[in-house]
């Protein structure tokens, strides 16, 4: 039985991974689980998976929800956290927290010798260098949740480092793939949200619709698999039937395949090296018929080439490209600014940025918290 720790177990990663307990609960069970401000939705979690510790970021939630549930421990905020990211029993920690806030309890994750299942890709973002770090002094395993690098983990097949040429991350384009910048600025808070292929919660989704999903997870894919900017590219592939690639020198590419559901990369996260039976459907070649790709378009969609310079000019930049994004997207889903206003202010703040490199953990805390203080003015 493996005791998993979820921190962020009311979100879109955060259910379908209760889903997969669930659904094997001779494999798996819950020993932590975690809201925000989602106390209700918690408070029904905890009454199925009876956790032994539930960490809400509000005092108030988790002194009425201990009422409750007299045989669960409640904690709160960021200490609460990183007592959950480091709690002796249990065996892997997956953390599906949205944004930097995961950076410290991953962190005490990997200082308790905690294996993750890794979604929180903004960690990777800002404090990708230190957290690889610290994972390999400690030997924890980050085990990939996002599909993409989930893809890559599976058809790297154990040759990290030999003989590859490029990492081939794909991305649907997002709800608007084919628009120009002209278009870009007309869309709305509505169709932004509205993503073809994946149903997720709502940062990411915007972040799909900008492609700076993309970017950060070309950023993540540096460090998870220690590849340089070069040696990553990215293709546009409609249909998120190939999730990614792996091309080797002499030139064979592997792919994974399946139908976009991300309980397929989070089970593989629980169960590496092994697989279980799922209830997610096939891929149905003959109704499909065409797989099709395309080259991003980054004139429309610039954050992508923002986070490619970011990264290669690396010190403080990726940490500022993230804050600047979580604020601005946040600001957008609060119909406070426009769409294409989120590209235009992330180019605006990393060109005034100073670089500062060698960040320790407060070093990136700092840069985090000034950047968004300078846009939350
Ligand atoms: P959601 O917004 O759906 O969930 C985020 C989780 O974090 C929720 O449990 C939420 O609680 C919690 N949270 C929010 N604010 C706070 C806070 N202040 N303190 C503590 N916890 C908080 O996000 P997703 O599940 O979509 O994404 C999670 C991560 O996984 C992101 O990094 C994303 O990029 C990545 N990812 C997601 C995919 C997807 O399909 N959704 C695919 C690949 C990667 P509450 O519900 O109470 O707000
Ligand atoms: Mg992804």
Redesign the pocket.
């Known amino acids: 039985m493996k005791k998993i720790a979820i921190l962020?177990?009311?979100?879109?990663?955060?259910t379908q991974a209760l889903d997969i307990i669930e659904q094997n609960p001779d494999l798996f069970c819950a020993t932590v689980l975690?809201?925000?401000?989602?106390a209700d939705?918690l408070s029904e979690q905890i009454a199925k998976h009876k956790p032994a510790l539930a960490v809400t970021?509000y005092e108030d939630d988790a002194v009425a929800l201990s009422k409750i549930h007299p045989d669960t421990e409640f904690l709160y905020g960021m200490e609460g956290?990183t007592v959950a990211a480091a709690m002796a029993d249990s065996d892997l920690v997956l953390n599906?927290?949205?944004?930097m806030?995961?950076l410290i309890p991953t962190y005490c994750a990997i200082e308790a010798g905690k294996d993750i299942a890794f979604?929180?890709?903004?960690t990777l973002v800002a404090g990708g260098e230190l957290i690889m770090g610290a994972a390999a002094k400690h030997k924890v395993r980050l085990l990939p949740?996002?599909?993409e690098h989930s893809a890559i983990f599976q058809a790297l097949q154990g040759n990290e480092h030999k003989n590859i040429n490029r990492l081939i991350l794909t991305a649907s384009g997002g709800p608007f793939r084919g628009y120009t910048l002209e278009q870009l600025e007309k869309v709305t808070l509505a169709q932004a949200l509205k993503h073809p292929n994946?149903t997720?919660?709502?940062?990411?989704t915007i972040?799909s619709a900008t492609m700076m999903n993309k970017g950060l997870e070309v950023i993540e894919a540096r460090w998870i698999f220690d590849m340089p900017a070069e040696q990553i590219d990215v293709v546009i592939h409609p249909e998120s039937i190939i999730h990614s690639m792996v091309e080797y020198v002499d030139h064979s590419i592997i792919a994974q395949l399946g139908v976009p559901d991300?309980r397929v990369p989070i089970s593989y996260a629980f169960t590496y090296p092994d697989r279980i039976e799922n209830n997610c459907s096939s891929v149905d070649f003959f109704e499909l018929g065409t797989l099709t790709f395309e080259k991003p378009n980054r004139k429309t969609f610039q954050c992508l080439d923002f986070a490619y310079e970011a990264l290669k000019a690396g010190g403080s930049y990726p940490v500022v490209l993230n804050a600047a994004n979580e604020i601005l997207v946040q600001q957008f889903l609060e119909n406070r600014i426009s769409f294409i206003d989120i590209q235009n202010t992330i180019d605006k703040v990393l060109q005034e940025h100073e670089v500062i490199y060698h960040l320790d953990m407060e070093g990136i805390l700092e840069v985090d918290k000034k950047t968004r203080g300078e846009l939350e003015k």
């Open positions: 962020g177990s009311t979100g879109s990663i955060g975690t809201c925000g401000s989602n939705k970021a956290l599906a927290l949205m944004g806030r995961g979604a929180n890709k903004e949740v996002d599909s994946w997720m919660g709502s940062k990411i972040d991300m």
